[in-house]
């Protein structure tokens, strides 16, 4: 989708390297997203059970380069042809949001280029604006992911009210946790939702915390502790079969407490458009749960396209072009940067 209501025609180079994904993009406001690559260190953290900080730091400085060039080269352009530089400037890991800004700002300094920095979850709030039938203006957005489970009002660009928020574990953070308590690896949360599809849905009766809460705000750590508890109550070792079937208890438990949220998120704000970003928001139950209700309620519900859905750089390039879209002077030829390793979405400003 191109930006069709930018007064200036640029092209926004995005770089993202919050966590353990490296992600290039070339976003034009006229044309629409021009190229991408996303470099995934799933593989290199594996075998730790879940990300190291310093080995994801110093894989970003190995990928970005490689990967510029790619979307250059994709995009048959030159590094003169980018007009902005975006980064994600916050919320991640420190040394992680280092390299990204660094690299960054060393390629605006070198082609004389203005850059800006990016709240990370603001890319993927904005996320499903690229898709070919984007949400309009204002929209609830449930953000979710392994960070971060919040319900948003959103009524522009910089324009988000919170709505309501985990008070504990993220539910992306509860699908990786659970997953390891049933032997699934990491990253848990792929591997739980596909092997719940083969689970009996009768056998196991797991919490919906917070769900008759008179709030918006979740809470997964309790549902977490539920499976634990279900591991040993086996005391032997538990067949895979019973593992299907705890998987299936939990995903309908995530499941339904956050179509109930999104719905009561709606009634409350008397609002037709929802929005789910993040990465779970590529689970297959969830939208399954959320297609559903949508019809039933007559709402319409937008997803980012599936390869959006996880950490990448067209997020932020396009996060970065819709700010510039609003406000031109939002980027600048001041290379001196400062990362935001917590930054609270609702800190953000207007644009």
């Known amino acids: 989708m191109a930006l069709c209501f930018v007064r200036l025609i640029m092209i926004v180079l995005g ?134 489970t919040q319900l948003m009002r ?67 750590s309790g549902l977490k502790t539920a499976v634990l508890t279900a591991v040993k109550n086996h005391r032997t070792n538990i067949c895979d079969q019973d593992k299907a079937n705890l998987a299936r208890a939990f995903v309908d438990a995530i499941v339904d407490v956050l179509t109930a949220k999104c719905l009561t998120a709606l009634k409350q704000t008397g609002l037709k458009r929802l929005v789910i970003a993040g990465g779970v928001g590529a689970n297959r139950q969830l939208r399954e749960s959320l297609n559903a209700a949508a019809a039933k309620k007559r709402f319409q519900v937008f997803y980012p396209e599936l390869e959006f859905c996880t950490d990448n750089g067209a997020m932020i390039a396009f996060a970065g072009a819709m700010r510039l879209a609003v406000n031109p002077n939002a980027a600048q030829r001041d290379y001196a940067f400062n990362i935001k390793p917590r930054w609270p979405l609702d800190e953000l400003k207007a644009a």
């Open 154 to 220: 959103v009524d522009g660009v910089g324009r988000y009210e919170l709505l309501g928020e985990t008070v504990d574990d993220a539910a992306g953070e509860a699908f990786d946790k659970s997953a390891k308590l049933l032997g699934l690896g990491y990253p848990g949360g792929p591997a739980i939702s596909r092997l719940a599809e083969f689970g009996d849905p009768t056998v196991y009766k797991l919490p919906r915390p917070m769900l008759h809460s008179k709030d918006l705000n979740f809470s997964f």
């Open 15 to 148: 770089v993202e390297s919050s966590c353990d994904e490296t992600g290039i993009a070339l976003y034009d406001t006229e044309r629409g997203l021009l190229a991408h690559a996303l470099h995934s260190q799933v593989a290199m953290h594996e075998e730790y059970g879940g990300v190291v900080p310093e080995l994801a730091s110093r894989d970003h400085i190995r990928r970005a380069i490689p990967l510029l060039e790619k979307v250059l080269a994709d995009a048959a352009l030159d590094r003169d042809a980018i007009d902005a530089i975006a980064y994600t400037q916050g919320p991640g890991l420190a040394g992680a949001l280092l390299v990204g800004a660094s690299i960054a700002c060393g390629i605006g300094l070198a082609i004389d280029k203005p850059v800006l920095g990016v709240h990370h979850l603001e890319g993927h709030l904005l996320s499903p604006l690229l898709a070919n039938q984007p949400p309009e203006f204002p929209f609830v957005a449930l953000l979710v992911s392994g960070g971060h």
